[in-house]
């Protein structure tokens, strides 16, 4: 049997991939983001932008600086998907970067509930709206959402709004469900009116 099954499955089901992320995590004092990349897979994107979308949301993404570098890891990703590439790549240096395996597994464990909500709810539907050029569209989006997140750290937590848009535009190309894609929309203009309201007071 080969290994392309397993990966199709796990992009399907988010709970699954993010059991297997936790187990990794707890198997590992140092958890660098290419041993991350590694239990992904390499065959879809989605995954890409919404696990680091996910875990940025969670407790750890109180962490300072941690923030700013998950939106570098989505922008890479994003760019590649704007482009069109069909593989991930990203930079040893990004790659090489660690995070300690039991912040990442308190934070896998706390987002599991949603997880298993999500999966229940997301389906195929308006798939037109994660197709190009619709899917350029969202990467662009992810870009800017992401571009957001370094003024918002000044603000506890406040980074949790693009990124979890960010984990709506993954879902929806995981799942292909469009009406996800047109949810991060609306979670756009709440962080546009956030980093105005920031930008304003400094």
């Not at 922008?75 to 660690?98: N, T, V």
Request: net charge positive; aromatic share 6%; hydrophobic share 45%.
């Amino acid at each position: 049997m080969t290994s392309e099954p397993n990966a199709d499955q796990r992009q399907q089901n988010l709970g699954g991939l993010l059991r297997e992320i936790k187990a990794l995590a707890r198997d590992s004092e140092q958890l660098s983001i290419h041993k991350i990349r590694e239990t992904v897979g390499e065959r879809s994107f989605g995954p890409f932008l919404t696990i680091p979308a996910i875990i940025e949301t969670s407790p750890i993404g109180g962490i300072p600086g941690l923030p700013s570098v998950i939106a570098i890891v989505i922008s890479f990703i994003a760019i590649q998907i704007l482009f069109g590439r069909k593989h991930l790549w990203l930079p040893d240096w990004l790659e090489k970067r660690r995070i300690k395996g039991s912040k990442l597994e308190r934070g896998v464990e706390k987002i599991e509930p949603a997880s298993r909500w999500i999966d229940k709810l997301v389906r195929p539907r308006l798939a037109w709206a994660t197709k190009p050029p619709f899917l350029q569209g969202l990467a662009a989006l992810s870009i800017v959402l992401c571009a957001t997140v370094p003024p918002l750290e000044l603000i506890p937590f406040a980074s949790t709004l693009p990124m979890a848009a960010v984990a709506l535009i993954g879902l929806s190309l995981i799942a292909r469900d469009g009406s996800l894609a047109c949810s991060a929309l609306l979670l756009s203009a709440g962080t546009a009116y956030a980093v105005i309201t920031v930008v304003s007071q400094n």
